[in-house]
């Protein structure tokens, strides 16, 4: 059975940064394609950064120069750098890989 839970959430300050994880159990990171999604209260839910199994990276407008999307395939980690967060960046955020998803992490940017 396939797993991924998130860390990393919480309350930052704008202009702060957070590093969100993405655990996953089984052997399928490596793989596939990795993608974050992220929603905001009130609104659908949103793609923001995409790995793919060969490294490279594509990034919504929103959060390109802020955010990196990384992968650990040894420990089977995914990982999303976020600096300079602004309060538009809150939202729950998501893992997701092939039609796997995570529980989510609430990031809370305040101003």
């Known amino acids: 059975q396939v797993q991924l839970v998130e860390s990393g959430g919480g309350l930052v300050q704008a202009g702060g940064s957070l590093r969100l994880s993405c655990a996953v159990s089984?052997?399928?990171?490596?793989?596939?394609?990795m993608r974050w999604y992220r929603q905001p209260p009130g609104k659908q839910r949103e793609l923001i950064a995409s790995?793919?199994?060969?490294?490279?990276?594509s990034y919504a407008d929103s959060v390109k120069g802020r955010f990196t999307i990384s992968r650990d395939n040894a420990k089977n980690t995914g990982y999303l750098q976020m600096d300079n967060l602004k309060p538009e960046d809150t939202a729950v955020y998501y893992c997701?890989?092939?039609?796997?998803w995570g529980q989510g992490t609430q990031v809370t940017v305040s101003s």
């Open positions: 997701q890989i092939v039609n796997y």
């Open positions: 089984g052997s399928i990171l490596g793989v596939n394609v």
């Open positions: 790995i793919f199994s060969w490294g490279s990276t």
